[in-house]
């Protein structure tokens, strides 16, 4: 039987913890054909009306589910209107699928114009519609996550908001929130790498990376060698015992304060390269600076520091 509702029925322990007010138990059911919600252990009905937040029609297949849903994607950054304006579809057909007569097709067409033109009729529209197709294209060629390029999207918005691309190149300055972003998340990409996608060189994307840095007031984490060790591994194809390896060796490395101050790329290069040898996944040194776009004089030097540092015995 149903003795009120969910808030009246569940009490909560010290802890704050909902708790069965009968049995005890923290372990509960809900039967969403009955609306109800039940205890798990000792079945007393503590709510008897939750409400169904899903849709009122059924779908059996994805075309079905498709055609019936009239909800749009969620809100995202990413898009300079955060993807919440409409857009007049193609199709020309009404509701029920049928064509539309030749007057209703012209007045469709023209409401479907403007409506385009409206979608980006101030300045800032404009500017952000080229940064966001300007930022999918970065985001896709460096392979980032969605995670980072929502970060980067709000931090261009903020840049915007304190008018710092004014007088500046929009490719620059969304390579710059790319990179900030991209360490922020802890999926660093060089500055190499990034300029090597944008149509900016190395020199103005540190400058524009400075600014943001400076007048939006971002704390960026120091990047850590073995966020690199899972990309690099990837392109050497080593295997996860040797990536493993590699990570073992940086954490004792960074237990004694030999990674302060030095390139994390380099780091994590020769850690791979002591790593590939006790694993007998060995790599050249030139294959792995290549990889790690650093020199194979970076490699060799913090190769013999963390052998001689850490005491490793390598086998030749």
Known sequence: MAKGSESERLEGNSAGKKVCPECGSDSFIQDETRAEVCCGNCGLILDDKIMDFGPEWRAFNSEERNRRSRVGSPMTLTVHDKGLSTMIGFEDRDIFGKKLSASKRA??????????????????D????????????????????RSVKETSALMYRKAIDRRLIRGRSIEAMIAATVYAASRIRHVPRTLDEVADQSRVNRKELGRCYRLLIRELNISIPPVNPIDYLSRFGAELKLSGAC?????????????KGLTAGKDPTGLAAAAIYIAGIQEGERRTQREIAETARVTEVTVRNRYKELVRQLEIHIVV
Do not use: C, F
């Open 126 to 145: 404009r500017n952000l519609a080229h940064a966001m197709a300007e930022l999918d294209r970065i985001s896709s060629q460096l392979g980032i996550p």
């Open 243 to 255: 990536q493993k390896r590699a990570a073992e060796i940086l954490e004792k490395a960074k237990e």
């Open 107 to 124: 007045q469709a067409y023209r409401l479907r114009k403007w409506q385009i033109r409206t979608r980006v009729h101030s300045s800032v």
